[in-house]
């Protein structure tokens, strides 16, 4: 199964940028590709951004367009998150996911790295 490691967080000031980092252990064969998640303190895991090679494809949660950035790259399997101009509600535990399809046919987030903490302070 692959393996999923985050790195980058930290704490910054609103404003801020900072760069995630997930470094997989093999390529993920799957048309959903991989995302990244947030869960913030007494909130669900939610989606924040997902990018399937296999088509071409990003998405974006609306909190984070315009401000967050992901991207691949395959060859060094590592799927990064770029995060600028950050908000106190983008503070979290940021978690790197392998999607893949559900019985339902909807990609989610089934293999999951161990996260890695942000937090933006005013």
């Known amino acids: 199964q692959v393996q999923l490691m985050e790195s980058g967080g930290g704490s910054v000031q609103t404003g801020g940028s900072l760069k995630l980092s997930c470094s997989f252990s093999?390529?993920?064969?799957?048309?959903?590709?991989m995302g990244w998640y947030r869960q913030a303190p007494g909130k669900e895991r939610e989606l924040v951004s997902s990018?399937?090679?296999?088509?071409?494809?990003?998405v974006y949660a609306d909190s984070v367009k315009g401000r967050f950035t992901i991207s691949q790259d395959n060859a060094e399997k590592v799927l990064y998150l770029e995060m600028n101009n950050l908000k106190t509600e983008d503070t979290a535990v940021y978690y790197c996911?392998?999607?893949?399809?559900?019985?339902?046919?909807?990609?989610?987030?089934?293999?999951w790295g161990q996260g890695t903490q942000v937090t933006v302070s005013s």
């Open positions: 990018i399937s090679s296999r088509y071409s494809s990003t």
């Open positions: 093999q390529y993920i064969f799957s048309g959903c590709g």
């Open positions: 996911a392998a999607m893949f399809e559900n019985s339902a046919l909807i990609c989610e987030g089934q293999v």
